[in-house]
């Protein structure tokens, strides 16, 4: 929505021409590139455009596809891209930040403004938790949403999650990512009356049969109101804290509109 605002308050003051709104409006709902068939409307529904996930792409057709959708200037993101992809990309587009830990690039929306009410806290059990903790980080900063990072405080030393109680109180909605046993999200669901998102992780030994015992044990947690995404969607768990966020904030606004 905010494109099309864009456009008629430049068309407006004489900044574009009929033509150049004309050509905006035109691949507004979809647009083909033959090997993909973007989805321009998704913005309108979703409040954030098409994201691309470039696993099984080429460096080609995910340096195209970027270049279309940056061009709505609604904003970009790309998750689970190689090293190659991500220097072409930003070869492409120089504009574009890199996050290669996250393995994802973004660029913020033309007229982000201040980032949204609400903030994130993006908590990882250990260290080789990080890359799905990143890909999570990015989708939030794409998103314009506060985020912050919580490292390395996995229950094998627990005094050093309890040493953070007040940035963990002061979160509106939590990620907390494990592998192995994934009890961590158990441990802060405990602590907290705020929304919690567990993002089990592929990370552990054999019989953690690559993340499916960190979901398993999520899933199975008994604490009230943990939330679990699939093993390593980071994306997937800071999509759903951005839609918490967003909703809280409308409900906010109605109630202020009703109180004045």
Known sequence: MDFLRQALRQFKAGEIGEEDVLARFRDLSYESLGYATLDHHRALRKGYPEVIFCANKTIEQVVEIARHIAEKGQGLLGTRASEAMLEAVHRALPQVRVNEAARAFWLPAEDAGEPLPGNVLVVSAGTSDLPVAEEAVVTLQAMNHRVD??????????????LHKEKIDAADVLIVIAGMEGALASVIGGLVDKPLIAVPTSVGYGASFNGLAALLGMLNSCVS????????????????????????????????????
């Open 225 to 260: 109101g943990v939330t679990v995404v699939n093993i390593d969607n980071g994306f997937g768990a800071a999509y759903a804290a951005a839609l918490i966020l967003r909703t809280a904030a409308r409900l906010g606004q109605g109630n202020k509109g009703q109180g004045e």
């Open 149 to 162: 990072r919580l490292v390395d405080v996995g229950v094998a030393g627990i005094h050093r999650l309890l």
